[in-house]
């Protein structure tokens, strides 16, 4: 099996450093072309019919094509506003963690599960491109757990309890409609692979140690290390440090409770 060290020495200089921050720009982009023109999203979002039929850049436009979902109001651009800055901090600090290839790696199958999803699921899903977004945020939430947001710019919130809030959300909806769980398991496959699943094997190991350390603790007998032991009685010089002992006629050792004539 081929490992992620050797993947990035034959393929490392095609990482992609910073692939979320101009992620982030060109959503922007296409929100302010949106402003103008409100019909774009329907040129550039995921259709399975007119790709078939030769628009192939709905593959990649897809991602970015409904930037206007968020409204062109004040609170809408501000929405926008805050969503790429808080895709430059995700962005350095999964790089920070991981590397650039690693992370390039990570998007890189984000994307090709979206569109596997988008190509097998019966119905267009508009909006989809947000999904990588919200993979990212998993990622981040994962490794970053006690980093705080301002919520409302306001109130200080942990990243996980806000990641576990989205998380939620994902399964009502997956209990709604059950067609959307294996469109979510793809879209965020690249969650699952690259922090979900290793950090509960994390978990799993440091639950595992803790239940063993728990376990030959309560195996061990206190009294085996005691130098003195009473044959009457089982004290010991552990048990009752005061006490005396002495070595009877028999060679068997007793307290001084019950040392025989």
Not at 34 to 39: E, F, K, N
Not at 59 to 80: E, K, N, R, Y
Not at 104 to 111: A, K, N, Q, R
Request: glycine share 8%; with cysteine; hydrophobic share 55%.
């Amino acid at each position: 099996m081929i490992s992620l060290g050797q993947l990035e020495r034959r393929f490392g200089a095609l990482s992609f450093p910073g692939f979320l921050r101009y992620y982030a720009i060109l959503h922007g982009l296409v929100y302010l072309l949106q402003l103008v023109r409100p019909d774009i999203g329907t040129v550039l979002d995921f259709n399975r019919t007119k790709i078939l039929a030769g628009e192939l850049w709905r593959l990649v436009t897809f991602l970015f094509a409904s930037s206007g979902a968020v409204g062109a109001s004040a609170i809408g651009i501000m929405m926008m506003i805050f969503l790429v800055m808080i895709a430059f901090m995700m962005s350095d600090a999964l790089e920070g963690a991981w590397g650039a290839f690693k992370t390039t790696l990570f998007f890189t199958v984000g994307i090709i599960g979206l569109i596997a999803a988008n190509l097998l699921f019966p119905q267009m899903m508009p909006g989809s491109g947000f999904i990588l977004y919200g993979a990212a945020f998993f990622a981040f939430a994962t490794l970053f757990p006690k980093v705080e947001f301002l919520l409302f710019f306001i109130l200080p919130v942990q990243v996980r309890f806000l990641a576990w809030i989205q998380a939620a959300g994902l399964v009502l909806l997956a209990f709604a409609d059950f067609r959307l769980l294996p469109f979510f398991l793809l879209g965020y496959a690249n969650y699952l692979i690259f922090a979900g699943l290793p950090a509960l094997r994390g978990t799993a190991l440091v639950i595992d140690a803790t239940q063993h350390k728990r376990s030959f603790n309560a195996a061990k007998d206190p009294e085996s290390a005691a130098f003195h032991t009473c044959a009457v009685c089982d004290r010991t010089d552990l048990s009752d440090p005061r006490m005396e002992f002495r070595v009877g006629h028999d060679g068997r050792e007793y307290c001084a409770d019950h040392l025989p004539e």
